[in-house]
């Protein structure tokens, strides 16, 4: 693996190693708290896994971390799971997101960007006054500590404020993109209860407006726990009775007063797909968050106050509220609310143009397909301003990595990354240090003791295995929501190998120290980087009457794209004409979200379970990609194993 591609792509010239923040960190941290003064990254990295508390220690000194009472000592118990960081300590997120506004009020903190792509600024000051209104707002609303807070809302200046306001007060954030349907949302949000839900009348994209007031009617229905519905009419519409008006709230030139929190206070859930039912409601700490993603994005992405940071991302996905924690070191956030690839395939290009970013990240999928559309960003767009691409969502293929090198520029730094809503960070990725080789990730990330496991619990180097981290990571869940013993939480991760995270990913380290990324080990479908589980498609396509029971999966292609098929059992006597075929899909589309609509809808003539009644996703993954049947399941655990040789038959004609 490490002798595939000897020779890097790019590599940082010496002028951007000395002046990058890491390299000054190293330096730093060496005459303050022991770090080795030498041997660049690699070193630096190890000392960071094997010096838990120290590097952690000088990571909130080198960004001025203000705990209004101090802490203890940085690690009170490290076991996993179940490590305490940071205990006695109290803080504030939102305190630290609006810090550059003491000193750049004027300059933009926001740029906030919509189909038409031209750029529309909120300054840090305006940011700052709207934030301290709302918060004043929800606190009058009776909003107290530990409530939580919702939004049905697109990647939108308000969703920002609306996050901000609500960690000020030290409430807990959760929200949901408007694409995804009722029932998707109501499976979030009905088990963490929220007070306040802020939304939109609807929203525009691919050039058409979609009204979701029918759908903000019945979330107001189904979630008995609202004290108060906050309208934002982003397409003009009046207020439905009852509801707040968002101008009203956010109007006041009040000083946001920021309730100081325990550094495991909770700052927001994010949600698993659901693979197996209900999804995992995950819930992240103000004090992790806060600390994780100042070393993810100041070190390894190399932000700071003269950046502009783009991500091509929705308030449904975890790499929203990485986006936004872009403001915790001064960088202005770009903000895109559209369709990636509306009015054409370069759209992303064009936002990173008109905003200046510096550091744009999107999706493999998005770069596969401006190859596929013979898209020419260098040539067509100035991006001289973009200093790295990033992507993420699922591995970027070899031919993506050369398509960005031809494409852009030569001298472009690549970070493929990688991580998971789980720890809403990477496990690997971005160092604009280190050279960039085709296929890899750059490195594991400081403080991430990241290894390739075998299934005894074995290291490997140069080998695929399964993808643990040995060591707690500030930013790993401090619990789930509606978890009491923690079992849940404990078999997500812990169940493979006690007191190691075990992600669920096939990674291989390579002995040259890059990382590859294989794709997941589970069935869980991740489709442009929004990953959703099984359970909610089979929900939704087992209520038309014409489907006895169906099985998705979702398979990597080696050529970067992802073939997600829907394989239908129909109930006697109906036909999978285009009729269904349509109806099928328009389920998908309104009850979940478009993104998983399938690829090819099969009719088979039954669908395998295990001995339990489970459906048999990840073998059949296996069969379709080729695996013996032997190979790819225990026959002995299978209720009909004659209809799996439909899937190995199908898997050989697609060879």
Not at 78 to 94: D, I, K, Q, V
Not at 203 to 215: A, L
Not at 277 to 292: H, N
């Amino acid at each position: 693996m490490s002798t595939v591609n000897p020779q890097p792509l790019w590599q940082p010239d010496p002028q951007r190693i000395a002046r990058s923040q890491v390299t000054r960190f190293q330096a730093w941290a060496a005459e303050h708290h022991g770090a080795p003064a030498d041997g660049g990254y690699a070193a630096l990295h190890r000392w960071s896994v094997d010096e838990l508390e120290p590097f952690w220690e000088a990571a909130t000194q080198w960004f001025d971390v203000r705990f209004s009472t101090p802490y203890a000592r940085v690690l009170g118990d490290r076991s996993m799971p179940g490590a305490e960081w940071f205990p006695g300590a109290t803080l504030n997120y939102a305190e630290h997101a609006l810090r550059a506004a003491g000193t750049r009020a004027d300059e933009p903190a926001l740029l906030y960007v919509d189909e038409t792509h031209d750029p529309t600024p909120v300054t840090w000051s305006e940011l700052r006054r709207q934030v301290g209104s709302l918060a004043a707002e929800l606190r009058a609303l009776d909003v107290r500590p530990g409530d939580r807070v919702s939004g049905y809302l697109p990647n939108v200046p308000q969703a920002v404020v609306a996050l901000l306001a609500t960690a000020a007060v030290g409430a807990v954030w959760t929200s949901c993109a408007p694409d995804f349907g009722a029932r998707s949302v109501l499976d979030r949000f009905q088990q963490v209860e929220p007070v306040v839900l802020f939304t939109v009348d609807g929203y525009r994209y691919g050039g058409k407006e979609h009204d979701r007031r029918e759908t903000v009617t019945e979330l107001r229905r189904e979630l008995p726990s609202l004290r108060a519905v906050v309208h934002i009419p982003l397409l003009g519409t009046e207020a439905p009775e009852g509801a707040l008006e968002w101008d009203a709230l956010t109007r006041a030139d009040t000083e946001p007063v920021f309730e100081q929190v325990p550094f495991a206070h909770p700052l927001w859930v994010l949600y698993s797909s659901g693979t197996t039912g209900l999804p995992k409601a995950i819930v992240q700490s103000q004090g992790g968050i806060l600390v994780e993603h100042l070393k993810q994005l100041g070190l390894h992405c190399d932000l700071g106050p003269e950046d502009r940071f783009f991500w091509y991302t929705s308030t449904g996905w975890m790499m929203w509220n990485f986006l936004v924690s872009g403001l915790l070191t001064g960088t202005t956030v770009v903000l895109y609310d559209g369709s990636p690839g509306y009015p054409d395939t370069g759209a992303q290009w064009r936002v990173a143009e008109r905003t200046g970013a510096t550091f744009y990240g999107t999706s493999a999928a998005y770069v596969m397909a401006c190859r596929k559309a013979d898209v020419h960003p260098g040539r067509d767009f100035d991006l001289s301003q973009v200093k790295c691409v990033a992507t993420t969502g699922s591995p970027l293929p070899p031919d993506g990595f050369r398509w960005l090198h031809d494409e852009v520029r030569e001298d472009l730094w690549i970070a493929s990354v990688s991580g998971g809503t789980d720890v809403c960070s990477c496990f690997a990725g971005a160092v604009p240090t280190l050279p960039v080789h085709i296929g890899e990730l750059q490195a594991p990330g400081l403080g991430t003791d990241l290894q390739s496991w075998d299934p005894s619990g074995k290291p490997l180097i140069d080998e695929v295995g399964e993808l643990v981290v040995t060591n707690p990571m500030p930013s790993m869940p401090i619990r789930f929501w509606n978890d009491p013993d923690g079992s849940r939480y404990h078999d997500s991760y812990f169940d493979t190998y006690p007191g190691v995270w075990r992600h669920g990913d096939w990674i291989t380290l390579t002995s040259r120290g890059s990382v590859v990324i294989h794709g997941r080990s589970d069935s869980t479908l991740n489709r442009q980087g929004v990953r959703m589980g099984s359970a909610d498609i089979y929900e939704a396509v087992e209520r038309l009457p014409e489907i006895k029971e169906s099985l998705v999966i979702g398979i990597e292609q080696p050529d970067g794209g992802y073939w997600m098929p829907l394989f239908v059992q129909l109930a006697p006597g109906a036909v999978l004409d285009q009729a269904l075929l349509d109806r099928i899909k328009q389920t998908i589309r309104e009850n979940l979200s478009p993104r998983h609509i399938p690829d090819e809808v099969i009719e088979v003539p039954g669908i395998p379970h295990t001995l339990t009644g489970k459906r048999i996703e990840v073998p059949v993954k296996r069969l379709l990609q080729g695996t013996p049947l032997e190979k790819a399941v225990n026959p002995g655990s299978i209720d009909n194993l004659d209809l799996l040789h439909f899937y190995e038959d199908l898997a050989r004609k697609r060879a």
